[in-house]
């Protein structure tokens, strides 16, 4: 089995970076949000969320990252997801209809310097 | 002055010369024997032959006074010097040869001429030898008689010493003489009298009565020592009184006392001297003289002694004298006889009827008969009897007498004295009672050591164990075999009534009816005595009979057979009071054999009664508080075993022997939210309530620990810091672990704890590492070691304390008995494990110590169907996750289709826990079972269905569609489930076909 989500925020060149890994559900999502609201206070334009590490998430995970895009956007800012494609939370994503909404990348290199462009 | 004397008989004269002449006269005698024979050769020559004869008289006197040898070297000169004129004839020409025969004639006279002077001589001389010795004896005899004489007309013994060593030295010639005493401890002897010594040193000088002086040397081997030099005396080294007095030679002889030795007598001089026998026996007898006198002396004592107690007794009217004419009848009594009797001179009046009318008329008869035995018998009269005064007075009187008899042998008279002897009486009666005293001392310091005897009997009996129903009936078990026929013990309720404990009787058959008989005592709170009464009032009571008659007429009949003396019982009642407080009564009581109480009994009732009361406020004490710990210690003990799919987690807990104190053993087993399990066992050294509370200390302690998410290392860490802070001398081991559900990893560390057993399916018994430095020690090691093992399929982990391998004593042999159990409790699995571990190893004992066990078994391999339910709350998700991870891994799914169906459920899971039951507790059950090529899982709950909401719940049924082959959902009034389903991938491309 595998460990309780860690959300960590981290900054690669000047662009707030949130680590998402282990598990993502309805006991740790508020630490999600937390983690999301601190890595937009940077206003750099963007804040890229990647989603390498993470071993689940459902819809709550999910639902917290859509309620971060939304403020985000109010904010001017862009929500960049990184995930494995192919990967359940790509698929998980898929479904919830993200691909339509933020950008997805299947690096952090390339979220990054993407929201740079 | 030839002074003809006799000595011994024998007629002794002196030496015919002086001796300081006999040396003198024959060399002055030959000198003018020669001169004159020279003067006369010159003056008449040739006519010195007629002259020649005169030279014959200084020979014989040289001959006499010097000896033999020199009267033959006289004759020689005069034969020589008379001849003068022949010389030339006789060596030169030889023409004198006609002479020869007149010169040897000459010579053979003046030969004889010199020995018969020496002959003369040595007979004179052995006379005086003779007479010396005769002399010397005649000297010492006079001597002997002397001191005789002394010894005799002189009283004083130490005038009698005095002189017999200053007479002893004068007649032998010596410069000391002595006398010692032998002191009455005889280890010394001292001077009593001495001749030569100081006169400082008599009644002073000590010599050691040991045989290391010649006194003592005397004393010990009995006859005389003569000592010829006391410098080169091998016997004894001698005292430092005769070498102080530079003595060299001496006699020491034995003075014989009245029946004991009296001392040594003694002399000695500075001169190296042998003596003669006759030396010995004169020291001898001077010795015996001197304790013949000393002898002589003691029994003049005693004999002055008892003459004047004698004098002394009659004078003072003790003693009466009496004749019986016992042919005329008539008695005749002195005055003093009568004062003995009380009565005035001339008042007796003389009869025998009046000599027997004042004797005491319980010793008449004896009297009589004693004097009738006199007069009939060879014997005498002696008797002591008591006599009445006219004053009534009792007296004690001696009486002694002798039968005086006719030639025929017929008794004529009795003479005899008669003493008061009442004060001697007196003082033997006051010794009788003296000894009747202090017999009765010893009875009673005999009593009181069986008394103590007893109550260290009780006190043992009391401190033996804590249960005090037990205790007490075994006091009063004891109390029945010392104090009482019957015992009872009755507490006191907390409502105020009594309740009987414990009874003992004597008769263990008469239980049943001393019990009954024990009720008919009034108890109630009005009754004017019994026990009730008793701790109302406080003290205690002893009724000679047991009062009132209200008690005996409840008494049933068969009680009173049991009891026939059953009116005359004696009872005391003895309140049980411990700290000021009382705790009930203890009834004494006498049943058949009706004897009394006496104070000694009360007392020691009493004492019982305290050590009673104290051990019952003990026990009281010990129970509350063991009931706390106990409360205390199964409040601290999890309520229940977390639950995980794939795991079953038995836990079982034994309580050390009832009567022993509760123990700080714990175990502990709790989910983590991850789904993890947190396993914690160990053992606070220690019992009772502290104990108790240190062990809670110590498992909150790991559990803030595991919840903060420490590791089992830093969890120990921990919980050592906060046991150190919180009591610095208490100490515990521990072992705590996190194991993983879904991938069977163990994770534990250990702090000073028994290892904890892996046991496969198998059998194999694996010693997973134990050890380590235990918590609360000083030193908390920085660093404590991890270790990781994966749980094999179908295997069983067994955490334990140590009571559980030391049932005997033994832990070695506890650790094999162990093992084998393990591998008994595996081959024949049991839905408890812990508990069948347990019972296996306790067999039904009890052991002395606490023991905790914890046990996991894995499944055997993933199961194919499975169910199980979850609160229906947010932290329940992990641990559906896990249970459905059981099923999936045992597919061959793909990994993707797996994760999906894990998302899926969790979806359906969130449903139910966000909207099935609202704000009321609910429940999700799952059920789940997999077929080779198809996995379905149902959610359920018997909430309410909710349509999902368009804010991210529809999302969730719009990944379960998205992400699983299968969705159905059903929903209805008891509720709602969910059936997902995913497909192997075969399945999934038939079924999209």
Redesign the interface.
């Known amino acids: ?1 595998t ?2 989500g860690q959300f960590t925020v981290r900054h690669v060149d000047g662009c707030p970076v949130v680590d998402v890994s282990g ?1 993502v ?3 740790n999502v508020r630490e999600l949000e937390a983690a999301l609201n601190e890595a937009a206070k940077a206003d750099s334009g963007g804040v890229v969320v990647s989603l390498e590490g993470t071993t ?5 995970g ?2 917290a990252l ?1 309620a971060a895009g939304e403020r985000l956007a109010i904010m001017r800012q862009r929500l960049l997801l990184v995930v494995r494609s ?3 939370s790509h ?2 994503l ?3 209809g993200a691909e339509a909404l933020y950008s997805i990348f299947d690096s952090v290199d390339k979220a990054v310097s993407a929201k740079i462009d | 002055m030839r002074v003809r004397r006799v000595v011994a008989g024998i007629p002794i004269d002196p030496p015919l010369l002086p001796r300081a002449l006999q040396v003198v006269f024959p060399l002055a005698a030959v000198a003018a024997a020669a001169l004159t024979a020279v003067l006369l050769s010159l003056v008449i020559p040739g006519g010195g032959s007629s002259m020649r004869f005169l030279y014959v008289l200084p020979v014989v006197l040289t001959g006499f006074a010097v000896g033999r040898t020199a009267g033959l070297a006289a004759a020689l000169l005069a034969l020589m010097t008379s001849e003068y004129v022949f010389v030339l004839p006789v060596f030169g020409l030889g023409a004198g040869s006609d002479n020869l025969p007149r010169i040897a004639l000459f010579a053979i006279v003046l030969i004889g001429a010199a020995l018969a002077g020496g002959y003369v001589r040595d007979t004179e001389r052995n006379r005086q030898v003779l007479y010396d010795a005769e002399r010397a004896r005649a000297r010492q005899q006079q001597t002997v008689a002397a001191i005789g004489h002394v010894a005799l007309t002189q009283d004083d013994p130490a005038i009698v010493m005095e002189r017999a060593v200053a007479l002893a030295a004068q007649a032998l010639g010596v410069e000391y003489a002595k006398v010692l005493e032998l002191l009455p401890d005889r280890t010394a002897l001292m001077l009593r009298a001495g001749h030569g010594f100081g006169p400082e040193l008599v009644g002073t000088a000590l010599v050691p009565a040991g045989p290391m002086s010649q006194a003592g040397y005397t004393l010990h081997s009995g006859g005389p020592v003569i000592v010829e030099d006391l410098r080169t005396e091998a016997r004894f080294p001698g005292a430092s009184l005769l070498h102080d007095h530079g003595v060299v030679s001496g006699i020491s002889v034995a003075v014989q006392g009245a029946g004991r030795p009296y001392g040594i007598f003694g002399i000695h001089t500075q001169r190296r001297r042998t003596f003669t026998q006759d030396d010995v026996y004169f020291v001898q007898a001077m010795a015996n003289v001197l304790g013949a006198a000393l002898q002589r002396r003691e029994a003049e004592l005693a004999l002055r002694e008892t003459n004047e107690r004698l004098r002394v007794a009659i004078e003072a009217g003790r003693f009466g004298t009496w004749q019986w004419d016992v042919t005329g009848g008539r008695i005749v009594w002195s005055s003093t006889l009568e004062a003995i009797h009380g009565m005035p001179p001339g008042a007796f009046g003389g009869t025998f009827e009046d000599f027997q009318r004042d004797i005491h008329p319980d010793d008449r008869m004896r009297v009589l008969e004693a004097v009738r035995r006199a007069v009939e018998g060879p014997g005498g009269y002696e008797t002591e009897y008591r006599i009445l005064w006219p004053d009534g007075s009792v007296h004690w009187v001696l009486a002694r007498g002798i039968v005086l008899r006719s030639p025929q042998g017929r008794p004529v008279r009795m003479l005899g004295v008669c003493g008061d002897v009442t004060a001697r009486k007196a003082a033997e009666q006051e010794r009788e009672a003296l000894l009747a005293q202090e017999r009765q001392a010893r009875a009673d310091a005999e009593a009181a050591r069986e008394r103590l005897a007893f109550l260290a009997e009780a006190s043992s009996a009391l401190v033996s164990t804590l249960d005090y129903e037990e205790t007490l009936s075994n006091v009063a078990a004891l109390a029945v075999r010392r104090l009482a026929d019957w015992c009872a013990v009755d507490l006191l309720r907390e409502d105020g009534s009594l309740e009987l404990v414990a009874i003992g009787h004597a008769d263990p058959g008469k239980m049943t009816a001393v019990t009954g008989l024990h009720r008919t005592i009034p108890r109630d709170s009005r009754a004017a005595w019994g026990p009730q009464h008793v701790v109302r009032m406080g003290g205690s009571e002893s009724y000679p009979l047991i009062p009132g008659t209200r008690g005996l007429e409840t008494v049933p009949a068969e009680i009173r057979q049991a009891f026939p003396g059953l009116p005359s019982q004696a009872a005391m009642i003895v309140p049980l009071v411990a700290h000021g407080r009382t705790l009930g009564a203890i009834t004494f009581a006498i049943g058949e054999t009706g004897r009394r109480f006496g104070e000694s009994d009360l007392q020691l009732a009493q004492e019982l009664a305290r050590r009673v009361a104290l051990f019952v406020d003990n026990a009281r004490l010990y129970h509350r508080e063991h009931r706390i710990a106990v409360t205390l210690q199964q409040a601290l003990l999890p309520a229940g075993m977390p639950e995980a799919v794939g795991l079953r987690l038995d836990a079982a807990y034994q309580p050390a022997l009832a009567d022993a104190e509760v123990g700080g053993d714990w175990y502990d087993a709790f989910r983590l939210q991850d789904g993890r399990i947190v396993l914690s066992i160990g053992d606070v050294a220690g019992h009772g309530l502290q104990a108790a509370v240190a062990m809670g200390l110590v498992r909150q302690a790991i559990r803030a620990a595991a919840y903060e998410g420490d590791q089992p290392a830093n969890m120990l860490c921990r919980a050592g810091r906060l046991l150190h802070l919180s009591d610095a001398t208490a100490m515990a081991t521990a072992l705590v672990g996190i194991l993983d559900p879904a991938t069977r990893l163990f994770i534990h560390a250990s702090a000073g704890h028994p290892p904890a057993l892996l046991v496969t399916q198998d059998g194999e018994v694996v010693k997973l590492v134990g050890g380590g430095l235990p918590l609360g020690t000083l030193l908390q090691p920085a660093r404590t070691q991890v270790h990781v093992t994966e749980l094999p399929l179908g295997a069983l982990l067994v955490l334990y304390t140590d009571g559980l391998i030391e049932m005997n004593r033994k832990p070695l042999d506890g650790e094999a008995r162990l093992e084998e159990v393990l591998r008994q409790v595996v081959r024949a699995p049991s839905l408890r494990p812990a508990q069948a571990v347990l019972d296996r190893m306790l067999a039904g004992q009890s052991g002395p110590d606490d023991v905790a066990i914890l046990t996991i078994a894995t499944d055997h391999a993933a199961p194919e169907e499975i169910d199980f339910r979850f609160p229906a709350i947010p932290s329940a998700l992990p641990l559906i996750r896990q249970g459905v991870w059981q099923i999936l891994r045992g597919t061959d799914l793909d990994p993707a289709r797996v994760a999906a169906l894990q998302v899926a459920v969790g979806e359906a899971a969130n449903n139910v826990i966000e909207h099935a039951y609202g704000l009321s507790p609910g429940e999700i059950q799952i059920h789940a079972v997999r077929s080779p090529q198809r996995v379905a899982v149902e959610v359920r709950d018997t909430g309410r269905w909710r349509r999902p909401r368009a804010d991210g719940g529809g999302r969730g049924l719009a990944i379960m569609l998205g992400l699983v082959d299968e969705v159905e959902i059903d929903s209805g009034n008891d509720g709602t489930t969910v059936r997902l389903a995913v497909r192997s991938a075969g399945q999934v491309e038939e079924v999209r076909a």
Do not use: H, N, P, W
Request: charged share 25%; net charge neutral; proline share 0%.
């Open positions: 089995m460990a309780r598990e559900d309805l006991t689940y998430i459902d819809s709550q999910v639902r859509f192919g990967s359940t698929r998980i898929q479904i919830a």
